[in-house]
């Protein structure tokens, strides 16, 4: 996104997302219906992948460790409520 001033700018204006991520970047967080639809979304992908498109067992145990991680991570993230938000 910082390579490149245009997909920034069209990022950052996106009327579905860029609510999402000015509230991000400034620190605010990120919804607690958007944390839950991430977390949810994550787990079902790598859960099929891992019980039916791969066979190699190394493969499906990165897999659930990427899921921890980025787990962890989304829900070290401040919660944003509509209260904090700047008008």
Same mark, same amino acid.
């Given at each position: @996104? $910082?390579?490149?001033?245009? !997909? &920034? %700018?069209?990022? @950052?204006?996106?009327?579905?997302?860029?609510? &999402? /991520? %000015? %509230? &991000?970047?400034?620190?605010?967080?990120?919804?607690?219906? +958007? $944390?839950?639809? +991430?977390?949810?979304? /994550?787990?079902? @992908?790598?859960?099929? *992948?891992? /019980?039916?498109?791969?066979?190699? @067992?190394?493969?499906?145990? !990165?897999? /659930?460790?990427? *899921? +921890? *991680?980025? #787990?962890? &991570? !989304? +829900?070290?993230?401040? #919660?944003?409520? $509509?209260?904090?938000?700047?008008?």
């Amino acid at each position: @996104m $910082k390579s490149s001033d245009r !997909l &920034y %700018n069209w990022m @950052m204006t996106n009327r579905i997302f860029g609510k &999402y /991520l %000015n %509230n &991000y970047i400034e620190g605010r967080g990120i919804p607690i219906q +958007v $944390k839950i639809s +991430v977390l949810t979304l /994550l787990w079902l @992908m790598i859960g099929y *992948a891992t /019980l039916f498109i791969f066979e190699i @067992m190394i493969v499906r145990i !990165l897999l /659930l460790v990427i *899921a +921890v *991680a980025t #787990t962890f &991570y !989304l +829900v070290s993230i401040k #919660t944003f409520k $509509k209260t904090d938000e700047i008008h």
